[in-house]
Nanobody, 123 residues
Framework: QVQLVESGGGLVQAGASLRLSCAAS???????MGWFRRAPGKEREFVAA????????TYAASVKGRFTISRDNAKNTLYLQMNSLKAEDTAVYYC?????????????????WGQGTQVTVSS
């Protein structure tokens, strides 16, 4: 069983940066991990993902060039560095684990989910 706890969300102004963390317990070393988000009134959407060794990061077009996903397998932690935040980045951000070496971008590919952390960007 895998448990995920996100942290690092908050209220910031447009243009600011935040770093989200996701602490995992259980076996995640050989699994891909990702970040998703749900904005008010919208479906959960893909943000970024990374494979089990920390390579081949993939990003949604809306965040590419601004967000960076990384992982530290020794610490069992996933990160999302978010720069140049925009009001449209406001959402609850979720960490997820896919029981596969390689990541994907669909919600239904992921097997474990955290409770989420709120990110609010004021314009």
């Amino acid at each position: 069983q895998v448990q995920l706890v996100e942290s690092g969300g908050g209220l910031v102004q447009a243009g600011a940066s935040l770093r989200l963390s996701c602490a995992a317990s259980g076996r995640t070393f050989s699994y891909a991990m990702g970040w998703f988000r749900r904005a008010p009134g919208k479906e959960r959407e893909f943000v970024a993902a990374i494979n089990w060794l920390g390579g081949s990061p993939t990003y949604a077009a809306s965040v590419k060039g601004r967000f960076t996903i990384s992982r530290d397998n020794a610490k069992n932690t996933l990160y999302l560095q978010m720069n140049s935040l925009k009001a449209e980045d406001t959402a609850v951000y979720y960490c997820a684990v896919k029981r596969d070496y390689y990541s994907g971008s669909r919600v239904d590919e992921y097997d474990y989910w955290g409770q989420g952390t709120q990110v609010t960007v004021s314009s």
